[in-house]
């Protein structure tokens, strides 16, 4: 199966590292993800095996006690294990885009206080920006942060926290309006906030609420939430950066990575849709052959792994950009896009050369087709992916008439 998606130029180091996450999710996580997700149960002893092999401190700095490995080693790990199970990956994605948010942006006592322990899996990360009303729109967000001596006191309601339940720490986008006055660009009077929080649910800190798991159509094991405050109480010194009114900056900072990200998900979903499509073709026969043999299903699985391959290949692109220091905003967005709208046309094929055993829990396709359709949302959706493409091509091709 090792055929498509491969990477040239990585180290040795990579390689390893990808070969034992590869091993991981062939032997813990395949076998068990389909019965755990139709259960809707959290794969507490995959999480375990995670955090054994590093993978919750990869790309947090050595000094903090991390494997201080770069984004594509990230987003290559990313893409085995969504492969084996999508939901891992967002159990991971929210707690590397919070570490990368302090890793960025931190001040040197929140870095210190916070990055050994996410290094270690010991405190675990949310994100959240998304409210009831909005999510497309973050400037829009109406949560709000008032200065009460050396704290601020935080009310509102946000929605769809992946890891809502499960994290101890969430990063919070909110609007602070203390020292912008009147007028000020919606986007310059956002900050966020490191708050942290008890796991579970209902009451997990005086003035903060999480109401219960979200009943979601797939992505199903890993928790998503909504999270209410009401006159929850943060110190001065949990600001982000420490300074109000970065947070905008800052968040769409996080999310330029979650994009490799999701990228990567989809990428990995979609290898292993092709890989079941592929196997079941060669097993199944009608009119005295194996369907593999019929012209087109063998285009269709023709199909399916060049999208498999050039989503891959845009992924590796954008996320090396990334690591070379440069701006990867394009990129990112490009791959997300593709990788996400490829890997729902290729999950739809295989669904199709499964017949009407794809429409059978019993066969894994069943779960992948549920899953799908989150990367078409999650990081941006594919409008908001092309509102950023389009506007960055305008930038590039500029029309000197
Ligand atoms: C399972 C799941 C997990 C999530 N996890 C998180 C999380 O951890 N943290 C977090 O903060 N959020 C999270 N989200 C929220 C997610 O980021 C939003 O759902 C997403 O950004 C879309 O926002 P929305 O749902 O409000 O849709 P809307 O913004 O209301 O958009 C609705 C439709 O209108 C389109 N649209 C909107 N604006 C435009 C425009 N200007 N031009 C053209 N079309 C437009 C959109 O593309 C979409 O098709 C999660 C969502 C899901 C489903």
Redesign the pocket.
């Known amino acids: 199966m090792a055929r498509l998606a491969q990477t040239a130029g990585l180290t040795d180091v990579q390689q390893e590292i990808l070969a034992t996450v590869r091993d991981f999710v062939d032997k813990e996580i395949l076998p068990v993800a389909t019965e755990l997700e139709h259960r809707d149960e959290y794969p507490q002893a995959i999480v375990d095996g995670l955090t054994e092999l590093g993978l919750f401190g990869l790309m947090i700095p050595e000094e903090y006690g991390g494997l201080g490995e770069s984004l594509l080693t990230y987003a290559l790990c990313v893409e085995e294990i969504a492969r084996g199970w999508m939901s891992v990956s967002?159990i991971i994605?929210?707690h590397f885009?919070v570490a990368y948010l302090l890793k960025q942006h931190g001040t040197a006592e929140q870095k210190e206080y916070f990055l050994p322990r996410m290094a270690a899996g010991e405190v675990r990360g949310?994100?959240?920006?998304?409210?009831p009303?909005?999510?497309?729109?973050?400037s829009a967000i109406t949560s709000k942060a008032v200065r009460d001596g050396d704290e601020y006191v935080l009310t509102g309601q946000?929605?769809?926290?992946?890891?809502?339940g499960t994290s101890s720490l969430v990063a919070v986008?909110v609007r602070s309006d203390e020292g912008h006055p009147e007028g000020t660009a919606p986007h310059r009077s956002m900050t966020t906030f490191l708050v942290e929080k008890e796991p579970g649910f209902g009451e997990v800190r005086p003035g903060l609420t999480i109401p219960g798991k979200?009943d979601?159509m797939g992505?199903k094991g890993?928790d998503?939430t909504e999270l209410i405050m009401d006159g929850l109480r943060i110190p001065a010194d949990r600001v982000l950066g420490g300074t109000t009114g970065r947070g905008f900056y800052q968040?769409m900072d996080g999310v330029e990575v979650g994009r490799v990200n999701v990228a990567a998900r989809g990428c990995g979903v979609a290898q292993r849709a092709f890989e079941l499509g592929v196997r079941y073709a060669q097993q199944r026969h009608t009119f005295g052959r194996p369907i593999a043999q019929h012209q087109a299903v063998q285009f269709k699985l023709a199909e399916m792994a060049t999208k498999v391959e050039a989503a891959h290949a845009m992924m590796v692109n954008a996320a090396r950009k990334k690591d070379s220091g440069e701006r990867n905003d394009l990129e990112a967005g490009m791959a997300k896009y593709l990788a996400s709208e490829y890997c729902k046309e290729v999950v739809e094929d295989a669904f199709r050369i499964h017949g009407g055993y794809g429409y059978s829990k019993e066969y894994e396709i069943e779960r992948l087709y549920r899953e799908a359709p989150?990367l078409l949302?999650?990081?941006?959706?594919?409008?908001?992916q092309?509102?950023i493409i389009g506007r960055r091509l305008l930038e590039e091709y500029r029309f000197q008439g």
Not at 126 to 131: D, I, L, N, Q, R
């Open positions: 967002g994605n929210t885009i949310a994100f959240s920006m998304s409210e009303a909005l999510g497309s729109d973050v946000k929605m769809w926290l992946t890891n809502g986008l979200i979601k992505y890993v998503t968040m989150m949302i999650g990081e941006g959706t594919a409008e908001i092309k509102m």
